[in-house]
């Protein structure tokens, strides 16, 4: 059974809390949304959306052979967004050529299944907001941008590798975007044009999977090294400064993360570090974190 949320769910404490366990049956945890009510995770393998108040239960089964990666909620659009795909090398997945980005309504119930017009699509990653739909490649750095009912190529494949978190700069003007392999850039939304965004010693920042924005601060788990963190980032026009204002606060397999009002809700013990372990059978469950931030964006929690 689904453990229950804790009592003080959409509470602010002033340290880290975990306010969500899944079931360890659910073997990889992917994406987490919420709409300040409800907290909604994607079990990647059993290809099943989970949705939590004071309890949790499926939401929806994705057609067979697509699997949920990131999840986004789009309030404006009254939406879950699934970036549904299905990649090459993930034991339990049948991969395939095309995976597609599906909207959910409340009640768990398809609403579109949307595709670029040609080629291979493996959309991992999300950002949905009155500002936008976008979905990332994790196979080819390409980043798509809705139209209407299509998606529009924002960065064509192969310009980076592995596309994963985004999010609006302040302006609306500009898609930051968060490359796995090749680091961070800056998409200008009118032109397309792309900026790479090195760290404050001139590299690239890799290894960052879900991103957020919370004023002028960006948010990213990074899990290119265990144990995992929570990054920081403030961004310029031509590069960024990032830090782990959270300390000792590390992460254990972490991989999505989503700004619910005035906090961060983070997916921990996703499951993929075990995934390719023989022989390996969970025991304990995925998690969601919440880190407290004050008015302004900051870390608001006692050490």
Not at 80 to 93: D, F, Q
Not at 214 to 225: K, P, V
Request: charged share 20%; aromatic share 6%.
């Amino acid at each position: 059974m689904i453990l229950e949320l804790v009592a003080a769910v959409l509470a602010a404490p002033l340290a880290p809390q975990t306010v969500l366990t899944i079931n360890p049956s659910h073997r990889i945890v992917e994406g987490v949304a919420s709409d300040g009510r409800t907290i909604w995770v994607s079990s990647v393998l059993d290809r099943t959306i989970i949705a939590c108040r004071r309890a949790c239960r499926p939401l929806a089964v994705l057609p067979k052979g697509l699997h949920p990666f990131a999840i986004a909620w789009d309030e404006s659009r009254q939406r879950l967004w699934v970036a549904a795909a299905c990649p090459p090398g993930v034991r339990g997945i049948a991969a395939c050529q095309r995976g597609a980005l599906l909207a959910l309504d409340r009640r768990g119930r398809i609403r579109a299944r949307l595709a670029p017009a040609s080629g291979p699509f493996q959309p991992g990653d999300i950002a949905a907001s009155a500002g936008g739909v976008f979905a990332s490649d994790s196979q080819n750095g390409a980043v798509y941008r809705l139209v209407g009912r299509d998606l529009a190529p924002l960065v064509g494949p192969g310009v980076g590798k592995s596309g994963q978190g985004m999010a609006l700069d302040p302006t609306g003007k500009r898609l930051i975007v968060a490359d796995y392999a090749r680091g961070f850039a800056a998409v200008d939304l009118a032109t397309g044009a792309r900026t790479l965004l090195p760290r404050q010693d001139g590299k690239p920042l890799r290894g960052v999977d879900g991103l957020v924005r919370c004023g002028s601060t960006y948010y990213g788990i990074y899990n290119g090294a265990a144990p995992g963190a929570l990054l920081s980032i403030a961004v310029s026009q031509r590069s960024l400064v990032f830090t782990e204002p959270f300390g000792d606060l590390s992460l254990h397999d972490p991989t999505q993360i989503a700004l619910a009002g005035n906090r961060l809700l983070v997916v921990a013990d996703s499951g993929w570090a075990s995934l390719d372990k023989p022989g390996f059978k969970r025991t304990e469950g995925a998690t969601v974190i919440a880190i407290p931030l004050s008015h302004d964006c900051k870390p608001r929690f006692a050490r």
